[in-house]
């Protein structure tokens, strides 16, 4: 039996300096599983902007491995641009961050119950961590 608890995923993407290292932190819970990642992105020239888009496509690619496209889910991040332009409350910009964003929104067309919702960075604490220990160190799946 399939329960209709919502699925919550914390998301946060950092970069030291902006554009630095880059890294990622998510944060996955459901009803029966949980997701815990911190990873380290590839290159030196990362934007804050790109992290955090790559810490949501994180979490939709995960959340499709585990075939979770009828469920309700909300997408919590503390990166407010993302959130607006995710719900279509925002325009989408030149940046180095357009194809991400572009990555993110074709991903999230598959999740008819998905929403995106931004919250303060104390409210994200553990994926705030898990982003900025990434970009220390090496991928830790947990």
Same mark, same amino acid.
């Given at each position: 039996?399939?329960?209709?608890?919502?699925?919550?995923?914390?998301?946060?993407?950092?970069?030291? @300096?902006?554009?630095?290292?880059?890294?990622?932190?998510?944060?996955?819970?459901?009803?029966?599983?949980?997701?815990?990642?911190? !990873?380290?992105? @590839?290159?030196?020239?990362?934007s804050n902007? $790109?992290?955090?888009?790559?810490?949501?496509?994180?979490?939709?690619?995960?959340?499709?491995?585990?075939?979770?496209?009828?469920?309700?889910?909300?997408?919590?991040?503390?990166?407010?641009?993302?959130?607006? $332009? #995710?719900?279509?409350?925002?325009?989408?910009?030149?940046?180095?961050?357009? @194809?991400?964003?572009?990555?993110?929104?074709? #991903?999230?067309? !598959?999740f008819p119950? #998905?929403?995106?919702?931004w919250i @303060?960075?104390? $409210?994200?604490?553990?994926?705030?961590?898990?982003?900025?220990?990434?970009?220390?160190?090496?991928?830790?799946?947990?």
């Amino acid at each position: 039996m399939i329960s209709s608890m919502t699925i919550r995923c914390y998301v946060d993407g950092s970069a030291r @300096p902006n554009p630095g290292k880059g890294g990622i932190g998510v944060v996955i819970r459901g009803d029966s599983w949980d997701y815990t990642v911190s !990873k380290a992105l @590839p290159g030196n020239k990362v934007s804050n902007n $790109q992290a955090e888009y790559q810490s949501i496509i994180e979490a939709l690619l995960q959340l499709s491995l585990n075939n979770l496209y009828d469920r309700k889910i909300v997408i919590y991040s503390d990166a407010e641009m993302a959130v607006e $332009q #995710l719900n279509g409350e925002r325009g989408v910009e030149r940046g180095s961050y357009v @194809p991400y964003y572009r990555t993110a929104k074709t #991903l999230k067309v !598959k999740f008819p119950k #998905l929403s995106f919702s931004w919250i @303060p960075r104390e $409210q994200n604490a553990e994926a705030n961590l898990l982003a900025s220990e990434a970009i220390t160190y090496e991928e830790v799946i947990i």
